[in-house]
């Protein structure tokens, strides 16, 4: 009936994982109490868990982004906390629990962090920035959310009933296969990452088509916005970049579930195969986070500096050929497999060539700077520690990218300080600027700047105070994800490390503090206008937050900028003759029923309660024949509604308009 | 129905077939790549017999080229109702249809068959490396072209209920997409699977 899923699968072999489990069930019970003391569950569903909206769905996206933030840098800070305490003994945490800890924190924050965090930016800015009323594929958009939810929800049940992987966020067989992992933790890790990854896939489907397709009159691809096209390329390789870890991941599946010999040791198994596999997506992964937020970075350098972007072509080359390359340098990850000398190289020599078109782009962004008018928002300020701390990472990217020279750095602490480099600052600085820099736009008031400045030099210092002992630790020989050691020569870096750790404690801190704040506030930073930055991009042009048709009249555009371009006119705020009806995609349960059920499905495969898996799957099957065949999917909003909204709005504007 | 004669709803709807026809290459070549992996490691694979049989032992060229026979053909009589489906044939697009859906069932049939005796020679996946890199290509060709005949199912039970409107027109044209793709995934198959291992 309940499959290998038994009593003994709660975490009481650990008081520190029966705490963990308590805290993941308490704070859902805590949301649970909360929404229902507000009577909010009617409201919730209608308006948002149903929603199709691009902006809702972003938001979604960005809310569940930042709760797995948080639970990736408890994580991070546990392991940190361990190493610093573990020389000669065994710390506080026993080798299966750190080993879970270490894979857990990789896996969430690089599927459950950084995707949900990108994923939701593009869907709330990118169709406000071209200029249309949502994305190509509304419902579509909906599933992807609820999948991606569904992987998360998968992470977190691990920390309740049974356990998680042990195997690392990049499961290496045959330690990942059955024969040596025969409990449940690595099939959490590989339903949780397949039923996100089809989401993944399909947002980046929908993000091509709508940008190839729905673009405004006028909007030509070279007059499209950086982090358009930043999200552009980043699509097209979520779109053909996770059918690789599908593969990765399913095959690893039926190793461990139909006992076949994938990546087996006996039985002609070839586990190299699984590292190719794993890592044609991966490196293309590395490239569908940074990108986009090098989109960031550009949007808010040139709006901070009160100027036009320095060289957009070529950026907007960079951005093109660094996605084409990027298909073209994952061996690196594996140079110690045992390739041939000649292999090695020309992935080396690749790996060089691609920091090219990066370092084009640093350019790009300090010549937006030079010689402009300032503004040290922190989302500026995100971008400058950016720029500085993202150099050093690429130079000892650079160093690593030398076969002989990465012999010597391979699987030490210095390589986990160079990714760490590059994905904190590359990655999480980004969407933490765009977070900041949107916030008004999605909410209608500002994030509070002071505590938003904090939360920056927190990060800043913090960051650097935990990953520079780690390099030097790698270059003393400190293997990565060690639960003890007996070297005392390492203990004064781990404990520096540690300090790091909680001064980036201190920074998420503030960032609760700031959004308390702000919210507190929000009366007195209200944004009636839409644009409290000077916006340059067709997103500013819009009320805050955005109607729900985003745009009452298609804008026609004639501009890089066409929203600065319209205000120097004085073309800005101008009020349409008349008003059309407007069709609107309806609301649906269909995403977040395809999304419980796929929760179900991944759930009841990893305890084998066969029964529920062929439920839950004739559940998923009917819901898309059902909703597929629905033709009229949209209702429609009268003209006169529209003029009704959108009086209100030049209401606000008051003397602008 | 020129461009100029279409009211604002009806361009509207043409813009989203369109978009939909461009989401649903993405995805079948997001698919290919999925194939292309599974080809590669068939490849890489084929050594790794650990003693047990290899596709010399087990492969039925006649079988294969029955399948191949079936399948082609039945990307034929697709062919034909689509062409059903402009000139607004009902009938014709549902006889087409059925005649698709006979021929894809006969292909499945034979592929089960050919797999049921592999097991039952104790050929299965579980056997080697090899064997579970053929059984997870082939099969996964086989799930497409079962998931295909349920679509083609669906899509008759709409072409009968709802006629060939222009949602349903535009279903039609994307299932046609990915029967001919599974088509051409299956000459990949028998081009890498069937005929090196018996030549």
């Known amino acids: 009936m309940f499959g290998k899923l038994t009593i003994e699968a709660l975490p009481l072999y650990s008081a520190i994982a029966a705490g963990g489990a308590a805290v993941t069930v308490g704070g859902a019970l805590l949301v649970a109490i909360v929404l229902t003391w507000l009577k909010a569950w009617k409201y919730l569903w209608t308006d948002w868990l149903t929603s199709v909206d691009h902006k809702r769905i972003g938001i979604m996206y960005i809310v569940l982004a930042l709760i797995m933030l948080l639970r990736g840098f408890v994580d991070a800070i546990m392991m940190r906390a361990q190493q610093a305490m573990a020389l000669n003994a065994g710390g506080y945490l026993p080798p299966e629990h750190f080993d879970q ?51 998360a929800g998968l992470v977190m049940v691990s920390l309740v009933i049974g356990k998680f992987s042990t195997a690392g966020w990049t499961g290496y067989p045959p330690y990942s296969g059955i024969e040596y992992n025969p409990g449940v933790g690595v099939d959490y890790w590989i339903w949780a990452i397949l039923i996100s990854g089809v989401g993944s896939t399909m947002s980046g489907i929908n993000f091509v088509v709508t940008i190839l397709k729905r673009r405004a009159p006028g909007m030509t691809l070279m007059r499209m ?36 010999h994938f990546f087996t040791n006996a039985h002609g198994g070839n586990m190299m195969n699984y590292a190719n596999l794993f890592w044609i997506w991966g490196h293309p992964e590395v490239y569908i986070l940074i990108l986009p937020a090098f989109g960031i970075f550009s949007e808010v350098v040139a709006t901070f500096s009160r100027k036009r972007l320095f060289g957009y072509e070529s950026l907007v080359y960079a951005t093109a050929a660094i996605a084409i390359l990027s298909f073209t340098v994952w061996l690196h990850h594996f140079f ?12 080396g020599v690749t790996t060089m060539i691609i920091a090219v078109p990066t370092g084009v782009k640093v350019f790009n962004w300090l010549l937006t700077m030079y010689r402009g008018r300032i503004d040290f928002h922190p989302s500026m300020m995100w971008s400058i520690g950016f720029i500085v701390t993202f150099v050093i990472g690429g130079m000892t990217g650079v160093l690593l990218a030398i076969p002989p020279a990465d012999f010597l750095m391979h699987n030490t602490t210095f390589l ?41 030099w927190c990060w800043l210092i913090g960051f650097y105070l935990a990953f520079m002992p780690l390099y030097l630790l790698g270059l003393k020989g400190m293997p990565r994800r060690m639960e003890t050691y007996n070297d005392p020569t390492w203990q004064p870096y ?101 999304g419980g059920f796929a929760f179900v499905l991944g759930f009841a495969i990893v ?31 009268s003209a006169g509604e529209v003029k009704r909204m959108e009086d209100e709005r030049f209401r606000e504007l008051g003397g602008r308009a | 129905m020129s461009v100029a004669h279409m009211s604002e709803h009806e361009r509207e709807e043409a813009e989203t077939r369109e978009q939909r026809a461009l989401g649903f290459w993405l995805y079948l070549m997001g698919d290919a790549v999925i194939f292309a992996l599974l080809f590669a490691t068939y ?21 294969a080229a029955l399948e191949t026979v079936l399948l082609l053909v039945s990307s034929t009589t697709f062919g034909f109702a689509s062409l059903s489906v402009r000139t607004g044939n009902r009938s014709a697009v549902i006889g087409w249809l059925a005649v698709t859906f006979l021929l894809g069932a006969g292909f499945v049939f034979l592929e089960v068959r050919e797999f049921a005796g592999m097991i039952a020679k104790g050929a299965g996946p579980d056997r080697s490396g090899f064997l579970s890199a053929f059984f997870t290509l082939v099969g996964t060709h086989g799930v497409h072209v079962t998931m295909g005949l349920l679509w083609i199912l669906i899509l008759s039970a709409q072409v009968m209920l709802k006629g060939l409107t222009a949602p349903v027109a535009s279903r039609l044209y994307r299932l046609g997409l990915f029967w001919h793709f599974l088509d051409i995934a299956w000459v990949g198959i028998f081009s890498i699977v069937y005929l090196p291992g018996l030549l």
């Open chain 1, 101 to 151: 800890i270490f894979s857990s924190h990789g896996t969430i924050m690089i599927f459950f962090m950084a995707m949900p965090f990108m994923t939701g930016l593009i869907n709330l800015i990118m169709p406000l920035q071209i200029g249309t009323r949502d994305v190509a594929f509304p419902w579509l958009n909906a599933v992807s959310l609820w999948l991606s939810a569904a992987g």
């Open chain 1, 225 to 260: 916005t950086p982090f358009t096209w930043t999200a552009l390329c980043a699509s097209v390789l979520m779109a053909f970049a996770f059918p690789a870890i599908t593969v990765a991941c399913g095959l690893l599946a039926l190793d461990r579930l139909a006992g076949m």
């Open chain 1, 336 to 347: 110690t497999m045992g390739s041939s000398a000649n292999v090695n190289a020309f992935f």
């Open chain 1, 416 to 456: 986990v300080a160079h990714f760490h480099n590059m994905i904190i600052p590359g990655v999480l600085f980004g969407y933490l600027a765009g977070y900041m820099f949107w916030f008004p736009k999605a909410f209608g008031f500002e994030l509070n700047r002071g505590w938003g400045l904090a939360s920056f």
């Open chain 1, 494 to 594: 781990l404990m520096v490390a540690a300090l790091g750790a909680v001064v980036v404690l201190c920074g998420i801190a503030s960032m609760v503090m700031q959004l308390y704040v702000s919210i507190r506030d929000r009366k007195l930073t209200a944004d009636r206008t839409g644009d409290p930055f000077d916006g340059r991009t067709l997103e500013w042009s819009t009320s805050s937050p955005p109607p729900p048709y985003n745009f009452a009249v298609i804008p026609t555009v004639g501009d890089r900028e066409p929203f600065l371009e319209a205000k120097k006119n004085g073309t800005a705020y101008r009020r349409p003759a008349s008003y059309a009806p407007i069709r609107i995609p309806s609301n649906t349960p269909a995403g977040v029923i395809l």
């Open chain 1, 607 to 637: 305890w084998h309660i066969w029964w529920l898996v062929i439920v839950s799957a004739i559940v998923m099957f009917i819901t898309v024949i059902a909703r597929s065949s629905d033709d009229n999917a949209e209702f429609t909003l």
């Open chain 2, 43 to 63: 490849a890489i694979m084929i050594p790794g017999t650990a003693g047990g049989p290899t596709g010399k032992d087990l492969f039925d060229l006649n079988n």
